[in-house]
Nanobody, 126 residues
Framework: QVQLVESGGGLVQAGGSLRLSCAAS????????MAWFRQAPGKERESVAG????????NYADSVKGRFTISRDNAKNTVSLQMTSLKPDDTAVYYC???????????????????WGQGTQVTVSS
């Protein structure tokens, strides 16, 4: 099974940018669709962005479309989330997640992810 470790979180001012990375190990990375989720204090975890096994298909939550970009490098076993025009509402713990046994161009539904990282804090100040 795959192990996931996020990095890149921190404190940034509103309007700024941040890039999150997730390093995968323990299994063949391109077997997994990947996604980023986030959970703010007092709120449920929500899906932010997903990317298919081959990187050819992506999807985004409406709240981040046009501001966030998910990408993956199957040679380096990493998935990234480039975040721009950050808002205080983006403040949350961000989690990397993986889903196995899916088609190469398929982005799974949020409830289909089986493996999770420990999370990285993103704080956007106003």
């Amino acid at each position: 099974q795959v192990q996931l470790v996020e990095s890149g979180g921190g404190l940034v001012q509103a309007g700024g940018s941040l890039r999150l990375s997730c390093a995968a190990s323990g299994d063949t990375f391109n077997r997994y669709a990947m996604a980023w989720f986030r959970q703010a204090p007092g709120k449920e975890r929500e899906s932010v962005a997903g990317i298919s096994r081959n990187g050819g298909t992506t999807n985004y939550a409406d709240s981040v479309k046009g501001r966030f970009t998910i990408s993956r490098d199957n040679a380096k076993n990493t998935v990234s989330l480039q975040m721009t025009s950050l808002k205080p509402d983006d403040t949350a713990v961000y989690y990397c997640a993986a889903a196995a046994a899916v088609g190469r161009s398929y982005v799974p539904a949020p409830n289909q992810y089986d493996y999770w990282g420990q999370g990285t804090q993103v704080t956007v100040s106003s």
